[in-house]
Nanobody, 126 residues
């Protein structure tokens, strides 16, 4: 089992920045990758960014590339999402997810992840 807890969300104005954190506990040694997804009101959950738990591999949704930066600190079992130049359309619940099994399911699919956090709300006012 892996437990994930997000933090760092809040209400900000357009153009400001936030850093989200996702703290993992439990069988963290079993993680292959972690990711951030977000879900806006009335929309499906969408992929934001992913990072391999070892190595330097990262990936981003095209809509956030250049503004979002995903990173991890293995010593702290924590993943981060730095969000710059926030826009009102970034308003959503941001959730982190962990993959603990080898699978052919792509890393941008929610089905490719085994554990999820409860989410943290990010609201951007114009």
């Amino acid at each position: 089992q892996v437990q994930l807890v997000e933090s760092g969300g809040g209400l900000v104005q357009a153009g400001e920045s936030l850093r989200l954190s996702c703290a993992a506990s439990g069988r963290t040694f079993s993680m292959y990758a972690m990711a951030w997804f977000r879900q806006a009101p009335g929309k499906e959950r969408e992929f934001v960014a992913a990072v391999a738990w070892t190595g330097d591999s990262t990936d981003y949704a095209s809509s956030v590339k250049g503004r979002f930066t995903i990173s991890r600190d293995n010593a702290k079992n924590t993943m981060y999402l730095q969000i710059n130049s926030l826009k009102p359309e970034d308003t959503a619940v941001y959730s982190c997810a962990a993959r603990t099994r080898l699978t052919t399911i792509g890393h941008t699919s929610t089905q490719g992840y085994d554990y999820w956090g409860q989410g943290t709300q990010v609201t951007v006012s114009s």
